[in-house]
């Protein structure tokens, strides 16, 4: 059986909330950085934030800072971004990854990892937010 992994995805208009939970069984879920990104047709995924092991740690795009919020508890192996304020442009496919490090957006707008240091866990969890 495959495993959910993203979900809470929804549609939602303009000014409104979501939550989205990334959850893994049968890994230990605490040893790994973890990051969440969204994708619109069309498009490459763009990384919107990250969170270190223990969650003491996080960053975030500048097109989502003050406005998402990106959480975890690895009792329960999972992790979670709180969306508020949400925005037709938010509507995407919401993704979570494992990653290597979580230090936050590099200067240039280049990206923040490798292809090969990013490992993705599921198959997302579609965003619609109306205006």
């Known amino acids: 059986q495959v495993e959910e992994v993203e979900s809470g995805g929804d549609l939602v208009q303009a000014g409104g909330s979501l939550r989205l939970s990334c959850k893994r069984s049968?890994?230990?879920?605490?040893?790994?950085?973890l990051a969440w990104f969204r994708q619109t047709s069309g498009e490459e995924r763009e990384e919107i934030g990250c969170i270190s092991t223990a969650g003491g740690f996080t960053a975030y795009s500048d097109s989502v800072k003050g406005r998402f919020t990106i959480s975890r508890d690895n009792a329960k192996n999972v992790m979670y971004l709180q969306m508020n304020d949400l925005k037709p442009e938010d509507t995407a496919i919401y993704y979570c990854a494992a990653v290597m490090v979580c230090r936050g957006p590099p200067p240039g707008g280049r990206r923040w990892w490798p292809r090969d240091e990013i490992n993705f866990w599921g198959r997302g969890t579609q965003v619609t937010v109306s205006s």
């Open positions: 049968r890994l230990v879920f605490g040893q790994y950085t």
